[in-house]
T-cell receptor, first 112, second 114 residues
Framework: GENVEQHPSTLSVQEGDSAVIKCTYS??????FPWYKQELGKRPQLIID?????GEKKDQRIAVTLNKTAKHFSLHITETQPEDSAVYFC???????????FGTGTRLTVIP | DSGVTQTPKHLITATGQRVTLRCSPR?????VYWYQQSLDQGLQFLIQ???????AKGNILERFSAQQFPDLHSELNLSSLELGDSALYFC?????????????FGQGTRLTVV
């Protein structure tokens, strides 16, 4: 099955700096890569996703890049704010898959 | 609000007991997924149902079982509970059987086994 690895497990940045979280996947057939944000004690929520037919997608301060050849994708958050502090999970799925394979999560702390 | 409803929000029970967690998916979603999140851990996929039928199984223990009813709500049954079963249990729903689209998560049920 798919194996998704995520790094780093924890990340601290100063407010206003950028944060980058990286994930690798093992199944070359995977074609959908969402990112979820989970605030303390709350449910995971989708913040951005990318499909394998594009290499980059942006939404305001958030961007995701995908390298299909290397089988890795990354989340980029620019101009970080304290409210960006949360656990971020990457995930991958393949066509016809019945579930998302999640990475182990990155706890991001934005220091004011 | 994601539209996915989970009850109860909190549950405290003793070892050896049995509990049932309930999930109502978003209106129109046929797929329900169950995930377990232990303290400071990632999301572990347990099981998926689509329109009443089991479609995929993950690392679900034999002591755990689930079902999806004709009205599409789902229940996760946990029996012979152990301390290590303490976790946050999420259900998620999506409109398609292949979760190649956004999954909407409920608020979770926090289970504490004492």
């Amino acid at each position: 099955g798919e194996n998704v690895e995520q790094h780093p497990s924890t990340l601290s940045v100063q407010e206003g700096d950028s944060a980058v979280i990286k994930c690798t996947y093992s199944d070359s057939a995977s074609n959908y890569f969402p990112w979820y944000k989970q605030e303390l004690g709350k449910r995971p929520q989708l913040i951005i996703d990318i499909r394998s037919n594009v290499g980059e997608k942006k939404d305001q301060r958030i961007a995701v890049t995908l390298n299909k050849t290397a089988k890795h994708f990354s989340l980029h958050i620019t101009e970080t704010q304290p409210e960006d502090s949360a656990v971020y999970f990457c995930a991958a799925s393949r066509p016809g898959a019945n579930n998302l394979f999640f990475g182990t999560g990155t706890r991001l702390t934005v220091i004011p | 609000d994601s539209g996915v409803t989970q009850t109860p929000k909190h549950l405290i029970t003793a070892t050896g007991q049995r509990v049932t967690l309930r999930c109502s998916p978003r209106s129109g979603d046929l797929s329900v997924y169950w995930y377990q999140q232990s303290l400071d851990q990632g999301l572990q996929f347990l099981i998926q149902y689509y329109n009443g039928e089991e479609r995929a199984k993950g690392n679900i223990l034999e002591r755990f079982s689930a079902q999806q009813f004709p009205d599409l709500h789902s229940e996760l049954n946990l029996s012979s509970l152990e301390l290590g079963d303490s976790a946050l249990y999420f259900c998620a729903s999506s409109v398609e059987t292949a979760i190649n689209t956004e999954a909407f998560f409920g608020q979770g049920t926090r289970l504490t086994v004492v």
